[in-house]
């Protein structure tokens, strides 16, 4: 007779306990703790089932608040055809969180991606989206200083990235490139998300070329993908 693990006994108990609507979805579940109290087990081996499900995207964890069942915001990828999300995404929902905004040196990595000199300054936006409390994204903004010369970023309260683009920046936007591809987070990242290093999440690379094919605006946008799930709609 094959022994099943009790990590898994655990895992099987919260699913099936999501099925039957003792745990909805956004609830919290019980902590390790208490399921290694419930399972007469240590806390390490709750901890491991626990782990697994939030990986599988069952679960999600909040620091210092506890473990939520998952409920994932479906986002159509080929509705967003203009600059930024379009007005009924769910990802514009909830409110940003501006973290920092400074002037940087471009650098190596960043002069190549937008493709302009390592000693040219760049205006540096870092923040978070939070929605129901929740991280779900994490943002870094960079606006090279030459197309943006009426532009003071620490005076300005940053919103719509698109808006102030379209205000302060002296080159008309005419398209965006998008790359989306997973990834893993530093220690500082997932401490800011909320959630593991060894769990991957979606970067959005965003590219915003000007009228004369210059790259005005470069961001990198962590979707939490814990509380996403993404899908096309195709015609046949």
Known sequence: MTHTPQYIKIKEYIIEN???GKYRPGEKIPSEKDLGEIFNVSRITA???IRDLVNEGVVYRIQGKGTFVSKKKEENIRSHKTYGFENDSTLNQGYHKTLSTK????GPILS???KIAEDEELYEVIRIKIIDEKVNALEYVYLPVKYYLSLDIEDKAVKLIH????KYCFLSQKRVKVYIEPILLSE???KIIGTDMDKPLLLWEKFTYSEEEK?????KNIINSELYKFYMDLDI
């Open 103 to 106: 002037k940087i040196i471009a």
């Open 188 to 190: 500082e990242q997932a």
């Open 112 to 114: 190549q991606k937008i």
């Open 215 to 219: 790259i005005i605006e470069y961001s």
């Open 18 to 20: 999501i099925k039957h």
């Open 163 to 166: 808006d102030l683009v379209q």
């Open 47 to 49: 901890t491991t089932a």
